[in-house]
Each structure stands twice: as C-alpha cells, then as structure tokens.
C-alpha cells in the first residue's frame, strides 16, 4: 500500500510518496522521493563529505538519536541540510535552513522511526549543488507514529513550549558523535549548542488509550535560532520529531546569547533565551 504524506521544504507544501511498511525496496521508495521533492536535479554521493550516525537497530523507535557531520566541498558553502526517513509517514523529517551560508555543519536530532527504513542526509550548497548520503536504521516493529504518547495529553500540553537551551565546549574525545561535531569545528573555533523542548509532538495516528478517539495532529513545526540578535537557522520540523524533541547543533565558538523561538502547527509560539557564560 502506498500513502500520499505531506512534508515542507524552503516553506513550500509538498507531496511526497512514501511506501508503507517493510517490504518496499530502498531504490523504488528513495526514486519517488527524490524525484518528487527534487524533480530532475542532480543528487550527487557526498563520500567521506557527509557522515551519519545512526543505530544499526535502534532501541527505542519512538526516541531515536540520528546525527550527520556535513562538509561544503571545497570553495563552496552550506546553505540547506535536510533529513529524510523514508518509510516514515512524512518523510521530509527535518529542514535545516541556515541563515548564515557555512563550510561545515553537524546536526543531533531524537526522530521517531516507523518501521525499518533508509534514511537520507540532503545537503544543499549556496550554488545548488545537491550532496546526498544514506544509511539504513531497523527497528522494533512497533510503529513509532501511532504509538501511545509517553504522557496524558492533557497533562502535556501544561508545559507544552518551555525549553532548555546549553551549550558547552566541545570533547577532544569522547563518543562518535563528539569526534563528528570536533571535526565540524577544527581548531575549538565552535561550541555545541543544545536544545530540549517540552512539546508532546502528536503524529495524528496516535488513539487516546481513554477515550479510544485519535489525538489530533499537533508538532513543533518551526525552531528558529538567533545567536547574538542575528538569525542563524531555522529548523522545519514534522511529524517524525520525537515527542520531547532534542536538537543540537554546532555554532561560532565566539557565540553570546542565544535566542530560540519555537512554533507549533496550533499556531503556539514559546521563546527562550540564554547568555552564554563569560559575555
């Protein structure tokens, strides 16, 4: 069975055409979505350029970690980052939109992953060059979309929006997600900012387990972040964002404040602001 699902990329409406469950092929799925979100552009194996972390299997689908380090190629620069899940109901999963045209970039996402999929990296040169990479993440089976929420619904929306923004130096050593962020910022030039939001990210196929009806679909669709009163990047979200959702990015080491505006698909608008130690 296939299903249309919608997505959005550079803030336009698209349509893009997933396979439901296991059994599609990587190529016939991946071939429908690169066509329908890039028509007939070029999408060149990015090699060592594009490097991303991913469980083999992941323990948890409804909360799973997924991490890219991106490199321009040489003499270019980084205008657009986007993970894609295929198998995922809305495969445009998240849109990193930077603000300010970068050599390198790293990303942390917590994702819901529906089922065994392939998984994307999209990166997108301020020339248009279009650089891809993909792994494949196995899961559970549970089908991390239409699972239960972890908390009453009612219960979560008395937080919904409050965030927790840090940001810290980066590990000379440490996991590969901290050797991947160290190599996006050679020479300590950068810091590591993160930030947790308190949103139940309803998917739209999740049943109340009281009342048996199903919850509506409400997301964290929008994160824009401004370091030092200037815009940065602006992350577009989607269904595929776990409930809770962590995002952490790689930022100018110089970095002072840190301001962060989150916008839901109900129209809720949450900010948050952070002076970093030492300005």
């Known amino acids: 069975m296939r299903r249309i699902v919608r997505g959005l990329l550079a803030g336009v409406s698209l349509v893009a055409v997933g396979a439901v469950g296991a059994g599609a092929t990587e190529g016939g799925t991946w071939q429908d979505l690169s066509a329908e979100i890039y028509g007939d552009?070029?999408?060149?194996?990015?090699?060592?350029m594009i490097v991303i972390e991913a469980p083999y299997r992941t323990p948890n689908d409804a909360r799973t970690n997924i991490s890219a380090q991106v490199e321009a190629p040489p003499n270019a620069m980084l205008r657009r980052v986007t993970l894609i899940i295929d198998e995922n109901p809305m495969p445009v999963s998240a849109v990193f939109d930077l603000e300010r045209p970068l050599p390198a970039f790293f990303f942390d996402a917590t994702m819901r992953i529906n089922g065994p999929t392939p998984v994307h990296v999209v990166a997108e040169t301020v020339e248009g060059q279009l650089l891809v990479a993909e792994t494949f993440v196995k899961t559970s089976g549970l089908g991390a979309c239409s699972a239960p929420p972890g908390t009453d619904p009612e219960?979560?929306?008395?937080?919904?929006?409050?965030?927790?923004?840090?940001?810290?130096d980066l590990q000379a050593a440490g996991s590969v997600k901290e050797t991947l962020l160290a190599a996006a910022n050679p020479g300590g030039g950068r810091k590591r900012l993160d930030v947790g939001i308190s949103h139940p990210s309803h998917s739209g196929?999740?049943?109340?387990?009281?009342?048996?009806?199903?919850?509506?679909?409400?997301y964290v669709e929008r994160v824009?972040?401004?370091?030092?009163?200037?815009?940065?990047?602006?992350?577009?979200?989607?269904?595929?964002?776990?409930?809770?959702?962590?995002?952490s990015l790689s930022v100018p080491g110089e970095t002072g404040t840190v301001d962060v505006t989150m916008t839901d698909t109900d129209g809720t608008v949450a900010h948050a602001s952070r002076a970093v130690a030492g300005f």
């Open 224 to 247: 824009e972040i401004d370091l030092d009163g200037q815009g940065f990047v602006d992350v577009t979200g989607s269904i595929s964002l776990s409930e809770n959702p962590e995002l």
């Open 41 to 48: 552009a070029l999408l060149t194996p990015a090699g060592d």
């Open 205 to 218: 196929m999740q049943m109340d387990q009281i009342s048996l009806l199903f919850i509506p679909m409400r």
């Open 155 to 168: 219960i979560a929306l008395e937080t919904l929006g409050e965030m927790t923004i840090g940001i810290s």
